[in-house]
């Protein structure tokens, strides 16, 4: 199976200092996106950055930046400046579409702790 | 307001007593789908359809079903529910390069 791997179940990181999150997958498919997403307490899902893989240029969100390494297959996503209202959990998502499917895998998340 | 609306929001029941889950959306998207989402998993997709009409299983569809016979509502059925299908689920829509998350229905199976 074609898969979204986050090695880190759990992350913490000082106020104002910077994280890295980690994600790795696995597609055959030369065409695809890649997203990160935010899930704070509330359980809302939240997009905070995507990344198309036709594109060299690494997305980038005011204090969040992506480090996309498509032959390596690897997407990490980078919090500058962390905030205390970043603690969340953080789900890395491909999506491969071809035809008349639409397949959304998500990684199995790593919770990020803020510390003040 | 751009809106994904799910009901209801928790519910407690019983095995083998069928239950619906709704889900709809008001941004006129043709793509819908939905999600559970376990512990150590992350989100797993169940259903999604392309358009009105037009349904496919994702990754995990064993006992549930759908129906897509409007374009603003994909509702989740779960014929006879059991204790493993005790999970957070999420309805989403949107375009190719964007998901639109409903707030969560949270669903015990006792």
């Known amino acids: 199976a074609q898969t979204v791997t986050q090695s880190q179940p759990e992350m913490s990181v000082q106020e104002a200092e910077t994280v890295t999150l980690s994600c790795t997958y696995d597609?055959?498919?030369?065409?695809?996106?890649l997203f990160w997403y935010k899930q704070p307490p509330s359980r809302q899902m939240i997009l905070v950055i995507r990344?198309?893989?036709?594109?060299?240029q690494n997305a980038t969100e005011n204090r969040f930046s992506v480090n996309f390494q498509k032959a390596a297959k690897s997407f990490s996503l980078k919090i500058s400046d962390s905030q205390l209202g970043d603690a969340a959990m953080y789900f890395c998502?491909?999506?491969?579409?071809?035809?008349?499917?639409?397949?959304?895998?998500f990684g199995s998340g790593t919770q990020l702790t803020v510390l003040p | 307001e751009a809106q994904v609306t799910q009901n209801p929001r928790y519910l407690i029941t019983v095995t083998g007593k069928k239950l619906t889950v709704t889900c709809s959306q008001n941004?006129?998207?043709?793509?819908m789908s939905w999600y559970r989402q376990d512990p150590g998993l992350g989100l797993r997709q169940i259903y999604y359809?392309?358009?009105?009409?037009?349904?496919d299983k994702g990754d995990v569809p064993e006992g549930y079903k759908v129906s897509r016979k409007e374009k603003r509502n994909f509702p989740l059925i779960l014929e006879s529910p059991s204790p493993n299908q005790t999970s957070l689920y999420f309805c989403?829509?949107?375009?190719?390069?964007?998901?639109?998350f409903g707030p969560g229905t949270r669903l015990t199976v006792t």
């Open positions: 998502a491909r999506l491969l579409s071809s035809g008349s499917a639409r397949q959304l895998t």
């Open positions: 597609t055959s498919e030369s065409d695809y996106y």
């Open positions: 990344q198309e893989a036709y594109k060299q």
């Open positions: 941004m006129n998207h043709e793509y």
């Open positions: 359809s392309m358009n009105v009409e037009v349904t």
């Open positions: 989403a829509t949107g375009q190719f390069y964007e998901q639109y």
